[in-house]
């Protein structure tokens, strides 16, 4: 196991290892650059077979970003090794994940004797839609208030879209500022990142979008493909600045039918706590799977 400072000369390994086991929708070396809090350092764990983690260290604690880049059943085993090496730092007090159900399961029977897991801090539902089944009309009963949602907005608003990279940024940013603002519940923002993505002009992602309501950007949309999962596309970024009624309605749907459009079968859209689950649900998904934030510490 090698635990090394992550910088952009790095990157192309990093990159090597999720072309080789990336699987999950966080698997992205820029977005793992773009969520760096002031007070943290960027490193890359890595193992001889190309297997790693992408982890981020404060002065007293670690934070593992999303799943072990590694096939499922040594994912466990990797996450052991690296927190009994972690924790052997006096400075260390604990270890941060989010990790899916199936992962967290497999690390519990097989966290040594010396290591404990705490309580689930707290828990993501993820929604994921099937976009064949989508039905991009809305046609149907169970459409009707997304339906009159949509036919009101168009009609009463000069909407476009474009590319978001051709917004200006200081449009873009001031987005990001209103949606910190009025995010509500207790779902977890964290603004920075998406200023650095707008900083960064979105590079990293495979499409991002801009909705423009009487000619002012108000939200964008921006994503990209889950590694080695074909067909897989990864909802991870949309925001908007709560300006008009259904706006955030309107976003989604973009995104969908944006996602439809392009050929995709499965919308991983992000995970959220009760508040934006619910509102995810109204687009009627597949499936959810679920990640839990939880820290392990030495007993």
């Not at 000369?9 to 820029?30: D, F, K, M, Q």
């Not at 490193?43 to 096939?71: C, Q």
């Not at 039905?135 to 009609?155: C, E, H, M, P, V």
Request: hydrophobic share 40%.
């Amino acid at each position: 196991m090698n635990i090394v400072p992550f910088a952009a000369e790095l990157r192309p390994t990093v990159e090597e290892s999720i072309r080789l086991y990336g699987h999950a929708p966080e698997h992205n070396v820029l977005w793992f650059e773009y969520i760096i809090e002031k007070e943290q350092r960027p490193f890359f764990i890595s193992w001889n077979d190309g297997t790693g983690l992408l982890a981020h260290r404060e002065k007293t604690k670690w934070y593992v970003m999303s799943e072990p880049i590694s096939p499922l059943e040594r994912a466990a085993d990797l996450i052991c090794e690296f927190v009994l090496e972690a924790l052997a730092d006096q400075e260390i007090e604990k270890v941060v994940f989010e990790l899916e159900t199936k992962t967290r399961r497999a690390l519990l029977h097989c966290l040594p004797q010396t290591l404990k897991a705490r309580s689930i801090n707290y828990t993501l539902t993820v929604p994921v839609t099937n976009m064949k089944s989508f039905d991009s009309s809305l046609s149907g009963k169970r459409w009707k208030s997304i339906r009159n949602a949509r036919n009101t907005f168009y009609r009463e608003n000069d909407v476009c879209k474009t590319d978001a990279g051709a917004v200006s940024k200081d449009a873009l940013h001031k987005i990001v500022r209103s949606w910190e603002e009025r995010r509500s519940g207790r779902d977890h923002s964290f603004g920075a990142r998406y200023h650095a993505l707008v900083d960064n002009n979105f590079k990293g992602t495979r499409f991002s979008r801009a909705l423009v309501v009487n000619g002012i950007p108000v939200g964008f949309n921006a994503g990209w493909e889950i590694p080695n999962r074909d067909g897989y596309y990864y909802g991870a970024v949309g925001l908007h600045d709560y300006s008009l009624n259904d706006l955030g309605a309107l976003l989604y749907l973009e995104d969908l039918l944006w996602i439809k459009g392009a050929g995709y079968v499965y919308a991983d859209m992000g995970g959220g706590e009760r508040a934006l689950t619910h509102f995810k649900n109204q687009f009627f998904p597949e499936y959810w799977y679920k990640t839990h934030v939880f820290s392990i510490v030495k007993r």
